[in-house]
Antibody, heavy 121, light 108 residues
Framework: EMQLVESGGGLVQPGGSLRLSCEVS????????MHWVRQAPGKGLVWVSR????????NYVDSVKGRFTISRDDAKNTLYLQMNSLRPEDTAVYYC??????????????WGQGTLVTVSS | ENVLTQSPGTLSLSPGERATLSCRASQSVNSNFLAWYQQKPGQAPRLLIY???SRATGIPDRFRGSGSGTDFTLTISRLEPEDFAVYYC??????????FGPGTKVEI
């Protein structure tokens, strides 16, 4: 069974940093595109970042470019999101997601249970 | 940027009724890159439909996706109590990467 377990969320002051982790079991992250998606309290889903199977390609939503860095440790089968210069508007539940890409389509599955990041003084 | 709009914002229905959820894109979308997700309170989203009309593994056939171009629809033929949730459409494009719609809440 594929499972993704996020950790590392918590309360941080504006301008601070956090590193989120996503421990994966049931598949190897080196064979998958891995993504982060966030959801502010009571709001919708927002795609944040992705990393390719070989780690060479990373992309970010404009609002986090230059502040967030996605990475992974294949030996630990773990995905990370380093978040610096945090702002109150970064407050959200952060989900890690495996994205399956085929020749013609893609899908986001499975999702982790999420970890809450709260940016507040 | 291709913006997704979902309507209605909230759909109030009873079990056994049919639900029709709309997702409209501001520009034409490759139908291979249009997906739907279900989210229940306190839970992570769950994949329902990918490539406009392909049901994910384990999704019952009362869920049906359709559409093309800029207009896409998720239909739930007969609502079950467990179907009351928020539904999001999502698409991919080279320019915008991944975009979610604002969601439609299906409530009793």
């Amino acid at each position: 069974e594929m499972q993704l377990v996020e950790s590392g969320g918590g309360l941080v002051q504006p301008g601070g940093s956090l590193r989120l982790s996503c421990e994966v079991s049931g598949f190897t992250i080196s064979s998958s595109w891995m993504h982060w998606v966030r959801q502010a309290p009571g709001k919708g889903l927002v795609w944040v970042s992705r990393i390719s199977e070989d780690g060479r390609v990373t992309n970010y939503v404009d609002s986090v470019k230059g502040r967030f860095t996605i990475s992974r440790d294949d030996a630990k089968n773990t995905l990370y999101l380093q978040m610096n210069s945090l702002r109150p508007e970064d407050t959200a539940v952060y989900y890690c997601v495996r994205v399956v890409v085929t020749d013609v389509t893609y899908w986001f599955h499975p999702w982790g249970q999420g970890t809450l990041v709260t940016v507040s003084s | 940027e291709n913006v997704l709009t979902q309507s209605p914002g909230t759909l109030s229905l009873s079990p056994g009724e049919r639900a029709t959820l709309s997702c409209r894109a501001s520009q034409s979308v490759n139908s291979n890159f249009l997906a739907w997700y279900q989210q229940k309170p306190g839970q992570a989203p769950r994949l329902l439909i990918y490539a406009t009309s392909s049901r994910a593994t384990g999704i019952p056939d009362r869920f049906r996706g359709s559409g093309s171009g800029t207009d896409f629809t998720l239909t739930i033929s007969r609502l079950e109590p467990e179907d009351f949730a928020v539904y999001y459409c999502q698409h991919y494009s080279d320019s915008s990467l991944f975009t979610f719609g604002p969601g439609t809440k299906v409530e009793i």
